[in-house]
């Protein structure tokens, strides 16, 4: 290669007017230091790029909260539990209000065949006893949900109860709700601890199968390995899957058109309750919620990703028009079998193909461990980002009803603008204000800061984040980079490409070939899900990245276009399942592409034209 | 009568362990066409014919006074050995009147495979089909059409067994330099509207699990002399989608006259850059190389052509197949490193990272 290139400097990146002093809205250990040169060094030599998959929108100093999770459980499984050979974790800052992370590697060759050593001890006992450790991780993950969902968050009375006093409980409620909040975070962290039990083997895992496979077939891409891979029974489909058996039902028992004239749920809720028929599609509806409407409409990353609890209306809407589909005689199912087949066969065939004995042993191990893995990798995120988020928002939103009755916010939504660590202060401050019957310092002191933290988080929405600052490595190790943000050699350079072109200027972009067919149709840029009704059918969806629970909307659209991911993301997964050209991982689409233009989706190639 | 008694053959009749009967190619070919693959009817000519030609006409014993004397020079003296070569091939062969017991046979057989194509004089390609493999060293005549001129054609393939290089390499190899009986196929000609070669694995990557088709219009000599750049077509070979499309300006063609002589033309503008076949023919052929692959259970190298005459399924013509040379006799170190068990694999590939830049 000619001289390296590199990103600019973290330090050398400009504030946004207006927003200075931002860096209070979250932990100190977020911003790029500036006190100590050593740790600038390290800084600047580092390689940052924008997690805009998890991110599309600037950071709340609450929503932090999983960032903050996953900086400690991703990295700890790297590097002190599962010792994986040349990674240590993941390191995060934010800048301007976006969230940049930085894989750390290992160096030194006598360390790294140590972890090799532990990795095998570790990671085998794993990978041997996968299915009987992800059974009890089923266990705890729901029993952990079931302690939140039966957390109650009171108000604080005038005198306490009697009961304090009879039974000699010797504390008040007071200090029962810091102790409440105390644990909610708590909970909260220990779900993601859980999250990342299996990850990151399973990445690894399928990291290495993909290396190993395409040195056997040097042509093949990841969307096929990952359908002789992935799981047919995906949970993620469960929650559409409900809806569609909805449809059906209502059909088969002839209450649908109570359901299509309903302008609400409520409304056909009201004219089916006139019927045994609609009463039994009522009790089929009831019976289809739980767990499956804490399906977030967004990646239940952020507390305005509203779950389909939230927003009823959405399933609902669903449904009915699964109902038009079913009337006009189209097939709603999912291929399940057709999915099933194609994987058989390609596993079958593919192995065939390997001249040599040896290498076919190796492909069928790698690959049968990278299946037995594979469930966790597709299913852990129903339980942990859709469930347990949308059953941890809606707590966080009684407490924030507490700040509202004691005159903290005008409104619950507020609480969002604080961080964990600022609310406990908060709280507390609440809570002995309460007991010592005083006004709280709180009122004051937080309307302002938050009036401040909305126009600045405002002022971030405007600011376009570079996909990457400082020095890009040489190698990567970390399995999660590779696999999930899918960090390669032709992503890096197109990033520097780009970052010399004015946006104006480009006229085509490259990702990853996340599901083939080629497709022309006007773009349709969404940044939020509650823009997504205003795709029209046919048109190609650009958004930074999606969710499974857009699913519905996947029937509509002619392509999708990602900013960030690799071929797991979301967006990948059901495109392939769908049939739908897909580009994933292109850095830069939903902030060069605007909504109405003429775009050519090759999904094959990886290529997306920009039509004038 | 058993096979190596005759003269004339059916293609069909050979099976894979006759290359002794009418040399390699058309013992390919009857395996072929008994494994009903898309190959053009025709029938063989067998060494014994070859031979019955020589002996009958005499030709045997002056090529053998004519060798004796002049051995030595073969190989030490380039210009010297063309000049025996071509006193051999056209004063001594050609010359010769081909008996009248192979003239009857090669009647009946060629009157037969007129009815079967269900025309006068049919075109036919007569191709070389030595018993040991020896690519491109004898001569193949396409676009023959008519009895007389057939004969004459089937002598010239016969003669090309004494061209120079072809003698240079049976003294190296220490074979009978005066008598070297090789077979002859005379196959229906394919009215080739496009053609090209076909690989079951990816010839730049040895990727088995590939499909990969040149093509480009006319018949498929232009592409092997490199006149003309042809399309590109590769294949996934398990779920055939196509991966990828390059299609090339292909400026001319080689086509047939109306008197039936091949003739180079330039491509009419309209034509030169669209594709020289459709995605129904690309799937077509690539799942007839899966099953010639799959026949053989070794990765193919394929001629084939779009037989204008002829509608679609049936417009694929599989012309010639031969396993693929560079990748198959590769011994290739395998990737896995012994016997370590997929936890360690896991452990030294994540050592080693994936590489940027």
Known sequence: MTEKRSFSSPHDVPHVPGTEGWERMYPYYYSFTTEDKEMQEYENKAFWYYDGLHYPEPMYPFDLLWDEAWYMALSQNNSRIFSIPASMGIDHRILNGYLYISPVGVDDPGVIEQRVADFMKRAGYYYQNWDELYGKWKDKVNDLIKTVENMQIKDLPELEDESVVFEGKGMSSGFELVRKYNELINYGLEAWQYHFEFLNLGYAAYVILADFSKKIFPGMDDRTLSKMVGGVDVILFKPDENLRELAKLALELGVQDQIKEAEKLDDALTALQGSEKGQQWIKAFEDAKYPWFYMSTGTGWYHDHWTWFDRIEIPFNNIKNYIGMLEKGENIDRPVEQVKETKEKLVKEYTALIANEEDKAQFQQLLAVAQTCFPYVEDHNFYIEHWFHGVFWNKMRELGKIFVNHGFFDDVEEIWYLNRYELEQALYDLVTSWATGVKPRGPSYWRAEINWRKDVIEKFRQFSPPPAVGQTPEVINEPFTIMLWGITTDSVNQWLDASSIAPEDITELKGFPASSGIVEGLARVIRSPEQLNELQDGEILVASTTSPSWTPIFHKIGAAITDVGGIMCHAAIVCREYGLPAVVGTGLASSTIKTGQKLRVDGDKGLITLLK | ?357
């Not at chain 2, 010359?95 to 009647?107: C, G």
């Not at chain 2, 989608?241 to 002589?261: M, S, T």
């Open chain 2, 1 to 357: 009568m058993s096979k190596d008694n005759c003269l004339v053959l059916w293609l069909q009749e050979l099976s894979k362990d006759d290359p002794m009967v009418a040399g390699k190619k058309c013992c390919h070919l009857g395996e072929m066409l008994q494994a009903r693959l898309p190959v053009p009817p025709g029938f063989a000519l067998t060494l014994k014919a070859y031979e019955t030609f020589l002996q009958g006409s005499g030709a045997n014993k002056i090529i053998l006074s004519t060798l004796e004397k002049h051995k030595h020079e073969l190989l030490n003296d380039l210009s010297k050995a063309e000049e025996i070569s071509s006193y051999i091939m056209n004063e001594v062969i050609m010359n010769k009147e081909m008996p009248a017991v192979l003239k009857e046979n090669i009647a009946v057989y060629y009157e037969q495979l007129c009815d079967t194509c269900g025309c006068v004089d049919v075109p036919v390609a007569v191709r070389s089909s030595g018993p040991v493999s020896m690519p491109g060293q004898f001569d193949t005549f396409l676009n023959i059409s008519g009895y007389d001129n057939l004969l004459q054609n089937i002598i010239k393939v016969w003669a090309s067994s004494f061209n120079a290089r072809s003698m240079a390499y049976r003294l190296q190899h220490n074979m009978a330099v005066e008598n070297s009986p090789i077979g002859v196929a005379v196959l229906k000609m394919a009215n080739a509207r496009s053609s090209g070669v076909m690989f079951t694995l990816d010839p730049v990557t040895g990727d088995p699990s590939r499909i990969f088709i040149e093509g480009s219009w006319g018949l498929g000599e232009s592409l092997v002399s490199g006149q003309v750049t042809p399309d590109k077509f590769v294949l996934d070979k398990i779920t055939l989608e196509i991966k990828q499309k390059i299609i090339c300006d292909k400026a001319v063609e080689l086509v047939r006259d109306p008197q039936g002589n091949v003739i180079t033309r330039e491509v009419p503008p309209e034509k030169r850059e669209i594709a020289c076949l459709s995605d129904e023919e690309i799937l077509e052929l690539a799942r007839t190389g899966k099953h010639i692959e799959k026949h053989y259970g070794v990765a193919q190298d394929i001629e084939w052509a779009i037989d204008e005459d002829l509608n679609f399924p049936h417009n694929i013509i599989i012309l010639q197949t031969r396993q693929e040379s560079i990748w198959t006799k590769r011994t290739k170190a395998p990737f896995a490193s012994g016997k370590v068990n997929a936890t360690e694999f896991i452990a030294r590939g994540l050592m080693q990272g994936i590489k940027l830049q």
